[in-house]
């Protein structure tokens, strides 16, 4: 074969390879370099695929036992609404999941237009039972109402804080392990450029090409060739080694104070909490409501047998909702289910060894040309070994370092800029990075002032939250608009009916504070600041409510 016609293998002694030949060892190197990044990427790929599905079952199982639970209060204590109740609570915790994985969607839209849907329910089959009238404008009406008097009180503003706190460490250590595997697979299939293939079947192949088949290139022959070959991936270096203090974080917050698990099982609690002050406050609630939606019709007599609950179950269900003095006592955190593969405890197992190899992985994308060029691929127990151009007893030319800038002085192939795809990938890391520490500074500050902030009273509790951003689930409300205004709006415009609802003005209402009186003739108000006196309230509420009306 004449040299003339060979590409790459050109060399003064004879030869035995074609062109043919050369383009086949193109194709070789391509795939070889392919597989050899899989090989090194295959344990660190395989612990985030594999943590990012622990992580997911165990979010499932909590979410769907929190679910049944919340399911199970309805049942048990306001089954006058439970099945109503089944749809707005399904929509919570599908959105709950969706935030999760990454929709664009809000903590407290999720919470907040649960509780639009449950006030309409809890206003006519609880607070008053004998309405009949419940037409779609009527429920829109009372819809737009919760909006404006804050039925709920501070329980609801509460949960969106909670489930903000805990979910937005779960939202971002599920895109976090998202962009993880993407750099994976990114660094996997990235092209080899023209200079990279050619440098490769040199250092690889054209030996064979004078017979010498078991010889092996020089270390540092080897190593100028990766670095040259692998300049873009190693450009990831600084932005891989925050990615992993930003997972290192995100672990950490998911298994402090603001366990996922915790929050999930608070949810129940909070809606019943939610219920109660509504109902304590009904007399109030019922004199602004008929102000804005007007009087609905009645039942005359008795409720229907439906909505009667049976003397046992009453028992029970009273149970259940007279528990709630004794869970503001507590407020420990109560387990989904006891069994020896909780999931919590596994998903905590799980994370601190993931976290753990992912620090070990830290300076990964630094030294993977040395990694490349570590065990058979050199000589390095050999007098002689391959320099590109000869077998020789050492490779005399510079070795340069790794990184894009240095390898302008790489004598064994040019390199002429940043892989688009690996720049693409560098700016995605470096924009989740800052976004998360900005994030995490964001929120300790905000959480640090609601914890530490004075207690407020009945105005505080009439206000909708708006302290948090779209991003930790929270939005802020904006200017308000009045009840009324949206109302005759939607009834000039019905196509109008399905847009996103507005938040609205609160109303200016002068509140009559509803008093129940004690066989000691003492008057409690709703708003009372005793404990004891509080829990008297809920007893008799609760009994008033759920116990069966006479014959």
Same mark, same amino acid.
């Given at each position: 074969?004449?040299?003339?016609?060979?590409?790459i293998?050109q060399?003064?002694?004879?030869?035995?390879?074609t062109k043919k030949?050369?383009?086949?060892?193109?194709?070789?190197?391509?795939?070889?370099?392919?597989?050899?990044?899989?090989?090194l990427?295959?344990?660190?790929?395989y612990?985030?695929?594999?943590?990012?599905?622990?992580?997911?079952e165990?979010f499932?199982?909590?979410?769907?036992?929190?679910?049944?639970?919340?399911?199970?209060?309805?049942?048990?204590a306001?089954?006058?609404?439970a099945?109503?109740?089944?749809?707005?609570?399904?929509?919570?915790f599908?959105d709950?999941?969706?935030?999760?994985?990454?929709?664009?969607?809000?903590?407290?839209?999720?919470?907040?237009?649960?509780?639009?849907?449950?006030?309409?329910?809890?206003y006519?089959?609880?607070i008053?039972?004998?309405?009949?009238?419940?037409?779609?404008d009527?429920?829109?009406?009372?819809?737009?109402?919760?909006?404006?008097i804050?039925?709920?009180?501070?329980?609801?503003?509460?949960m969106?804080?909670?489930?903000?706190?805990?979910?937005w460490?779960?939202?971002?250590l599920?895109?976090?392990l998202?962009?993880?595997?993407?750099?994976?697979?990114t660094?996997e299939?990235?092209a080899?450029?023209?200079?990279?293939s050619?440098?490769?079947?040199?250092m690889?192949?054209c030996?064979?090409?004078?017979g010498?088949?078991?010889?092996?290139?020089?270390?540092?022959?080897?190593?100028?060739?990766m670095r040259?070959?692998?300049?873009?991936?190693s450009?990831?270096?600084?932005?891989?080694?925050?990615?992993?203090s930003?997972?290192?974080?995100?672990?950490?917050?998911?298994?402090?104070?603001?366990d996922?698990?915790?929050?999930l099982?608070?949810?129940?609690?909070?809606?019943?909490?939610?219920?109660?002050?509504?109902?304590?406050?009904?007399?109030?609630?019922?004199?602004?409501?008929?102000?804005?939606?007007?009087?609905p019709?009645?039942?005359?007599?008795?409720?229907?047998s439906?909505?009667?609950v049976?003397?046992?179950?009453?028992?029970?269900?009273?149970?259940?909702?007279?528990?709630h003095?004794?869970?503001?006592?507590k407020?420990?955190?109560?387990?989904?289910?006891?069994?020896?593969n909780?999931?919590s405890?596994?998903?905590?197992k799980?994370?601190?060894?993931?976290?753990?190899?992912?620090?070990?992985?830290?300076?990964?994308?630094?030294s993977?040309?040395?990694?490349?060029c570590?065990?058979?691929?050199?000589?390095?127990?050999?007098?002689?070994?391959?320099?590109g151009?000869?077998?020789?007893?050492s490779?005399t030319?510079?070795?340069?370092?790794?990184g894009?800038?240095?390898?302008?002085?790489?004598?064994?192939?040019?390199?002429r800029?940043?892989?688009?795809?690996?720049?693409?990938?560098?700016?995605?890391?470096?924009?989740?990075?800052?976004?998360?520490?900005?994030?995490?500074?964001?929120?300790?500050?905000?959480?640090?002032?609601?914890?530490?902030?004075?207690?407020?009273?009945?105005?505080e509790?009439?206000?909708?939250?708006?302290?948090?951003?779209?991003?930790?689930?929270?939005q802020?409300s904006?200017d308000?608009i009045?009840?009324?205004?949206?109302?005759?709006?939607?009834?000039?415009?019905?196509e109008?009916?399905?847009?996103?609802?507005?938040?609205?003005?609160k109303? !200016? @209402?002068?509140?009559?504070? /509803?008093?129940v009186? *004690? =066989? #000691?003739k003492?008057? !409690? @108000?709703?708003?009372?600041s /005793?404990?004891?006196? *509080? =829990? #008297?309230?809920?007893?008799l @509420?609760?009994?008033?409510?759920?116990?069966?009306?006479?014959?």
């Amino acid at each position: 074969m004449r040299e003339s016609d060979l590409q790459i293998c050109q060399d003064r002694a004879p030869t035995c390879c074609t062109k043919k030949m050369e383009e086949s060892y193109q194709a070789a190197v391509r795939r070889e370099r392919m597989q050899s990044i899989q090989a090194l990427n295959f344990e660190l790929k395989y612990m985030i695929v594999g943590h990012t599905t622990a992580f997911q079952e165990a979010f499932e199982s909590f979410l769907r036992l929190a679910e049944n639970r919340t399911r199970s209060l309805f049942e048990a204590a306001y089954r006058p609404m439970a099945k109503e109740a089944a749809e707005p609570v399904k929509e919570l915790f599908t959105d709950i999941s969706l935030y999760i994985l990454g929709a664009e969607t809000t903590v407290e839209n999720a919470v907040l237009r649960f509780f639009d849907s449950l006030f309409p329910l809890v206003y006519s089959r609880l607070i008053n039972p004998g309405i009949t009238d419940l037409s779609e404008d009527y429920t829109e009406c009372l819809r737009l109402t919760r909006q404006d008097i804050n039925p709920f009180g501070h329980y609801s503003k509460n949960m969106v804080t909670e489930l903000s706190k805990s979910l937005w460490a779960s939202r971002m250590l599920s895109q976090a392990l998202s962009l993880g595997t993407e750099v994976i697979n990114t660094t996997e299939h990235a092209a080899l450029t023209k200079e990279c293939s050619r440098a490769l079947v040199r250092m690889q192949y054209c030996p064979h090409c004078q017979g010498l088949t078991l010889i092996r290139p020089c270390v540092g022959y080897c190593l100028n060739v990766m670095r040259g070959c692998l300049a873009s991936v190693s450009e990831l270096d600084m932005q891989w080694r925050e990615y992993i203090s930003t997972l290192e974080y995100l672990t950490n917050e998911m298994g402090a104070s603001h366990d996922l698990e915790i929050a999930l099982t608070g949810i129940w609690n909070s809606i019943n909490e939610a219920i109660l002050h509504a109902q304590l406050n009904g007399p109030q609630l019922s004199a602004t409501v008929d102000k804005v939606c007007g009087q609905p019709k009645r039942q005359e007599g008795n409720l229907s047998s439906g909505h009667i609950v049976p003397l046992k179950k009453a028992t029970e269900a009273q149970t259940l909702v007279l528990a709630h003095a004794s869970l503001n006592n507590k407020r420990s955190s109560l387990p989904l289910k006891a069994s020896k593969n909780d999931k919590s405890r596994s998903l905590k197992k799980i994370s601190r060894e993931f976290i753990n190899y992912m620090k070990r992985s830290r300076t990964f994308y630094a030294s993977i040309a040395e990694r490349l060029c570590d065990g058979d691929l050199v000589m390095r127990d050999s007098s002689t070994c391959w320099n590109g151009e000869d077998v020789v007893e050492s490779y005399t030319s510079r070795v340069v370092s790794s990184g894009l800038k240095a390898q302008i002085n790489n004598p064994e192939l040019k390199v002429r800029g940043l892989d688009p795809l690996i720049s693409n990938l560098i700016d995605k890391l470096q924009n989740f990075n800052q976004l998360d520490a900005e994030k995490a500074k964001l929120k300790l500050e905000r959480w640090s002032s609601r914890d530490t902030g004075s207690g407020g009273g009945r105005s505080e509790e009439l206000e909708t939250s708006g302290d948090c951003d779209d991003e930790d689930g929270c939005q802020g409300s904006g200017d308000r608009i009045h009840t009324a205004d949206i109302l005759k709006d939607k009834r000039t415009h019905p196509e109008n009916r399905n847009e996103p609802k507005p938040t609205m003005k609160k109303i !200016v @209402t002068t509140t009559t504070t /509803s008093t129940v009186k *004690s =066989s #000691s003739k003492h008057s !409690v @108000t709703g708003n009372g600041s /005793s404990a004891a006196l *509080s =829990s #008297s309230l809920v007893i008799l @509420t609760a009994l008033a409510v759920l116990w069966p009306c006479p014959p």
